[in-house]
């Protein structure tokens, strides 16, 4: 495993960091929380010492999920990071009460990692309005929390500003892969953070997912490159090859994701792209940006829709479909798997969940879209 300096005391965190937010589910919902506490001891071992999760993942038990495969010796093995839920957190008093409530949950009186959740230039607002930097410092004196931070969804503007906001941050996550060198905080931010000198973590390095199976034409590039990597190796590596990004986070729920994550982890070391390398993917970018897929990751955070619908996967489905050129799977599924009442056509366009949604994608005006695309025929 790679490791890099990250933070103040210039921790030597793994190059690949684990994320707790897609644990092995078992039926398109529930987490299977052996298999999960299998996969994240199996990536310890491999050599993996920083574990991310929130307040808000798997419904909340990501956090006692990790706890729990932490016992056994494995909590001195790594360091924790969790996150404050801002939606939640309307004061200071939410903020401690909540805190407490991660610990309890989390089964520790002490996380190494403290941010705000997916904060961008509202949440900003928020913190500074509720006082909230002095109750993360009081957290920190107090012994529960070690290291500040934040994490980031909304546009390049936004991510500088609270850069410059406050100066106590030690690191940050940002989205970020070859898709999004333009968009959320984009290079331009990823730039400027580490002029900051504030640690860079990036999340949601395969969007998902959606970059390790991409669409076809991109597949038979990948596929007649000479240094035959797979999709997934292509976008991590370009990701590491950025000196500037200490840890990339990724949601691995086998065993063969983690060999092959902790494969490219060993190699991929800061600036080992030849320019060639580079400028193919400069080619796959512009290939791949044709394909006018809904820009959804399937974090979920845009949960729970009041009607029940499962937003995230029902947007996978129509964005394979795009993807690939072809409806008849997708289709298949929406028909055969997702329960009538709860389909696209039963969204009342309440938009709740658009308030909730880091990609700012609005899910109501797509719904239809949806159906349309992969209704029975
Ligand atoms: N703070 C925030 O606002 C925020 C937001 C999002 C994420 N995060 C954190 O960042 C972590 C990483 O984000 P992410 O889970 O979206 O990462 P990601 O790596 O973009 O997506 C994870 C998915 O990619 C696929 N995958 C991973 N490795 C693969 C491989 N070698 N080959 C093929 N497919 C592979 C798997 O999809 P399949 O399941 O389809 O196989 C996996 O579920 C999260 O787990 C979470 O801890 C934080």
């Known amino acids: 495993m790679q490791y890099r300096p990250f933070g103040k005391d210039r921790y030597p965190v793994s190059a690949l960091g684990f994320g707790a937010?897609?644990?092995?589910?078992?039926?398109?919902?529930?987490?299977?929380?052996?298999?999960?506490?299998?996969?994240?001891?199996?990536?310890?071992?491999?050599?993996?010492n920083y574990v991310d999760t929130a307040?808000?993942?798997?419904d909340g038990r990501s956090e006692e999920i990790v706890g729990r495969a932490l016992k056994d010796g494995y909590r001195e093995k790594v360091r924790v990071a969790t996150k404050s839920p801002g939606h939640l957190v309307k004061n200071a008093a939410d903020f401690d009460r909540i805190l407490d409530e991660q610990l309890r949950r989390l089964d520790m009186d002490y996380v190494d990692y403290y941010m705000f959740h997916g904060i961008g230039k509202a949440g900003l607002e928020d913190i500074q309005r509720e006082k909230l930097f002095d109750s993360i410092e009081k957290a920190k004196q107090a012994g529960k929390i070690g290291h500040i931070g934040f994490s980031f969804h909304d546009n390049t503007e936004a991510f500088i500003s609270i850069c410059d906001a406050y100066d106590g941050w030690e690191y940050c996550y940002m989205q970020?892969?070859?898709?999004?060198?333009?968009?959320?905080?984009?290079?331009?931010?990823?730039?400027?953070?580490?002029?900051?000198?504030?640690?860079?973590?990036?999340?949601?390095?395969?969007?998902?997912?959606?970059?390790?199976?991409?669409?076809k034409d991109v597949a038979d590039m990948m596929a007649s490159h000479h240094l035959q990597r797979s999709a997934a190796e292509w976008s991590l590596s370009w990701i590491w090859n950025h000196p500037q990004v200490a840890m990339i986070l990724s949601g691995m729920n086998s065993k063969a994701q983690i060999d092959e994550n902790c494969r490219i982890a060993d190699s991929a070391v800061p600036s080992f792209y030849a320019p060639q390398e580079t400028a193919f993917i400069d080619q796959v970018q512009s290939v791949f940006?044709?394909?006018?897929?809904?820009?959804?990751?399937?974090?979920?955070?845009?949960?729970?829709?009041?009607?029940g619908i499962d937003i995230g996967w029902l947007l996978e489905l129509y964005n394979d479909s795009v993807m690939h050129d072809n409806v008849g799977a997708p289709s298949f599924a929406y028909n055969t798997f997702v329960p009538e009442g709860h389909r696209a056509e039963d969204c009342t366009a309440c938009a709740q969940c658009e308030d909730r949604c880091p990609q700012n994608i609005e899910i109501s005006t797509w719904m239809p879209k949806v159906h349309e695309t992969l209704k029975r025929t």
């Open 289 to 307: 940006a044709k394909r006018a897929v809904i820009p959804c990751t399937r974090c979920d955070y845009c949960k729970p829709c009041p009607e």
């Open 176 to 215: 970020y892969n070859y898709m999004d060198v333009a968009k959320q905080a984009g290079r331009e931010g990823l730039m400027h953070a580490a002029d900051k000198g504030i640690s860079i973590v990036v999340m949601e390095p395969l969007l998902g997912g959606r970059l390790a199976n991409p669409p």
């Open 21 to 48: 937010m897609r644990f092995p589910v078992k039926d398109n919902h529930t987490v299977d929380e052996d298999a999960a506490i299998e996969l994240l001891r199996y990536g310890i071992d491999k050599g993996i």
């Open 55 to 58: 307040y808000i993942y798997h």
